[in-house]
């Protein structure tokens, strides 16, 4: 079969013949990949970002295949250790043992993709597998994030999307379809300011000139300045979540952020969330903008986000 690999850490990734991986016991299966969407995420793992990555290594974790039986599927990803008790309620990508498919062990940059256990295949019925493959990864993250966030979100309440880019952007749908709560956005960018509008955001400005107090902003930037936008619109016992990855910190501290607020970090996405979010992907209208680009592009695909040239998530076809 085809696989991009990643031979060394700073390097381009490699087109290599490689043979189509064997399952083994009654939990593995192979699946031949349909459709593999780019991640932020693979840049860094390219870059040596996370210390555990091995190489040679299969980037590649939005992953959407067809099983052997011919059943479409959307793969979860973030796999742990399978029965610590993280795992054991589904919550995977928080494992302390966890061996991610495409950061850890080999993932979806190739024609056909072993896959640790069962449990970890979702049924995407009629959906598009293109279209599907970015849910396991850009669609969950914001997903589970708005699933934390809904006990604070009634009638009346209001929410700031902080970064209005991809994940914002299905933030913002999340929030108008689960929750009565007022949408915000708030982005440097004119036109993201503009997209997060026609995605249903009640108003858009930048960060600096957005007002609180608001009962939860979600970061899905995670700078230093983000962060502190994130401290001062927070209401008493309101929630902040931090979903991006940019690397800021603020203080913590009683006095320094306002009292009882809830600053919590939201990670990925659970079985149960993958699950709840592919039904929802089915029945609502969820828009997102994808290009496609062949398996053999890995490369030129990386080049555009690392750019930041990209026109929404890349999917790579095998
Ligand atoms: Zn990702
Ligand atoms: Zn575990």
């Keep these: 079969m085809r ?10 990734l490699e087109l290599e013949e490689r043979a189509i991986p064997e399952a083994t016991g009654d939990e593995e299966t192979v699946v031949k990949v349909l459709a593999c969407g780019v991640c932020h995420s693979d840049l860094h793992v390219a870059e040596h970002y996370f210390s555990s990555s091995p190489v040679p290594l299969v980037l590649g974790h939005e992953v959407a295949a067809e099983t052997s039986e011919g059943e479409r599927v959307l793969v979860y990803t973030p796999w742990g250790c399978g029965d610590c008790v993280y795992c054991r309620r589904g919550e995977e990508m928080i494992c302390p043992s966890s061996s991610e498919a495409g ?5 979806g940059y190739a024609e056909y993709m072993l ?7 979702f049924p995407i019925g009629d ?7 970015p849910l396991g990864c850009g669609g969950v993250t914001p997903f589970r994030a708005v699933k934390h966030a809904l006990p604070w979100l009634g009638k009346g309440k209001a929410a700031v999307v902080l970064g209005a880019g991809g994940l914002g952007q299905f933030g913002i749908q999340y929030l108008r379809l689960l929750s009565d709560a007022t949408v915000v956005a708030g982005d440097p960018s004119p036109q993201k300011q503009a997209r997060a509008l026609e ?28 962060l502190a936008t994130s401290a001062r619109l927070v209401d008493r016992g309101g929630l902040v979540e931090v979903i991006g990855l940019f690397g800021g910190t603020i203080p913590f501290g009683l006095g320094s952020v306002p009292h009882e607020a809830h600053f919590m970090s939201s990670i990925w996405g659970s079985l149960g969330d993958v699950g709840e979010l592919v039904e929802l992907a089915r029945r609502e209208d969820l828009r997102y903008t994808i290009e496609t680009m062949p398996l053999e592009q890995a490369n030129e695909a990386h080049d555009l986000l690392r ?12």
């Design 3 to 12: 696989a991009v690999v990643l031979r060394e850490f700073h390097a381009p």
């Design 103 to 107: 950061m850890l062990t080999d993932g």
């Design 115 to 121: 896959v640790r256990r069962r449990r970890y295949l």
């Design 127 to 133: 959906l598009d597998p293109v279209q599907a493959a």
């Design 199 to 226: 995605l249903g955001a009640e108003s858009a400005a930048h960060p600096d000139e957005l007002e609180g107090p608001v009962d939860v902003v979600l970061d899905f930037v995670g700078s230093e300045e983000t």
């Design 307 to 318: 750019r930041g040239e990209a026109k929404g998530r890349i999917v790579l076809i095998p």
